[in-house]
């Protein structure tokens, strides 16, 4: 039984620091919506389609693909990788890039 304990302990660091991750990085978006008047019509997080940021997205950011709604009414869509280059979600960081 003993051998399992660290192994065990492993997992549960992973997964809460995936869960972790994952809870952040949906605050940096909704706090950059907010930021930009925006209401989020929908969201999806893009794992291997990272749209314009394909080639420049670390493993620690996370990239969505997001639906808003401006203060004037109107509706975009387009890109917002969310952490730094670095300090991946440890930085409140938000960048956009929207769709033509």
């Known amino acids: ?17 995936m869960v972790w991750k994952f809870s952040r990085s949906r605050r940096i978006l909704e706090s950059w919506a907010a930021e930009n008047s925006y209401h989020i019509l929908s ?11 394909l080639w420049t997205t670390s493993k620690n950011q996370i990239v969505y693909y997001v639906t808003v709604r401006t203060h004037d009414g109107m509706v975009k869509q387009g890109w917002v990788r969310c952490g730094g280059w670095w300090g991946g979600v440890f930085k409140s960081k938000a960048e956009a890039r929207w769709d033509e």
């Open 1 to 17: 039984m003993e051998e399992y304990i660290v192994p065990v302990i492993i997992i549960f660091a992973v997964v809460a620091m």
């Open 43 to 53: 969201s999806k997080m893009r794992w291997f389609r990272k749209g314009p940021f």
